[in-house]
């Protein structure tokens, strides 16, 4: 629900309708504005995911529901939101536990860039340490239950910051050569649909 000229929740259900046995994977986003409701009630959690996800599961191949997006624990109209992003990354992916299809689903939550102290070169990536105590519980919880964590990357606000270091084709991903060699393997999978 971020952004403009966004389309109606209508539009976005056909959307959802138009998928159906396409074979196209996709990212189901958990609204902010959920969270709470979704993180102190775990009934709420299982009806979230029956509306959401088991009415249009499995000819709708959604492979991951992301909880939540971009929710900075500091300094941040979202910050308040913060204190929910676990329990209900918690709730809904006990309900979709229940439903025995944890291991198709995944259930995690998108953070952006804001949260790393370094991004360039990658594998000296770190995140910021006053967003660690709200981070570390999340990915925690992610391993525990086999899943990624999510980021919104956006190389192009990195070339920005940083001219002197990061070149614009390494941004824009049209190097024709290797810029940086990274230890750990970064996908980008353009195949995957984010519906919030």
């Known amino acids: 629900m971020l952004g403009n000229n966004l ?6 259900i056909a959307a959802l309708q138009a998928l159906r046995n396409s ?3 996709l990212i189901l986003g958990v609204p ?4 709470q409701g979704l993180a102190t009630n775990s009934e709420s ?3 979230w995911v029956q509306r959401n996800v088991l009415s249009f599961w499995p000819s709708v191949k959604i492979k991951y529901i992301a909880v ?11 910050s308040w939101m913060a204190q929910y992003v676990l329990p209900a990354i918690q709730n809904v992916y006990q309900a979709i536990r229940a439903q025995g299809l944890h291991d198709q ?3 995690s939550t998108a953070i952006d860039m804001s949260l790393l102290g370094n991004s360039f070169p990658p594998s000296q990536g770190s995140f910021r ?21 999510l980021t919104n990357v956006y190389p192009y606000f990195s070339y920005k910051d940083n001219p002197r270091d990061i070149s614009l084709s390494y941004a824009i991903f049209t190097s024709p ?14 195949r995957f649909i984010w519906i919030i």
């Open 68 to 78: 939540g997006n971009e929710v900075r624990p500091v300094g941040d109209s979202t």
């Open 32 to 35: 902010n504005s959920d969270l």
């Open 177 to 190: 050569n290797v810029v940086v060699e990274i230890l750990v393997q970064l996908m980008i999978v353009p």
């Open 23 to 25: 074979g196209i994977e």
């Open 7 to 12: 389309p109606a929740a209508n539009e976005v």
């Open 105 to 107: 689903i995944k259930v």
């Open 45 to 47: 959690a299982r009806q």
């Open 129 to 149: 340490g006053d967003v660690r105590s709200y981070l570390d519980p999340i990915i925690g919880y992610l391993v525990y239950a086999g899943a990624p964590l």
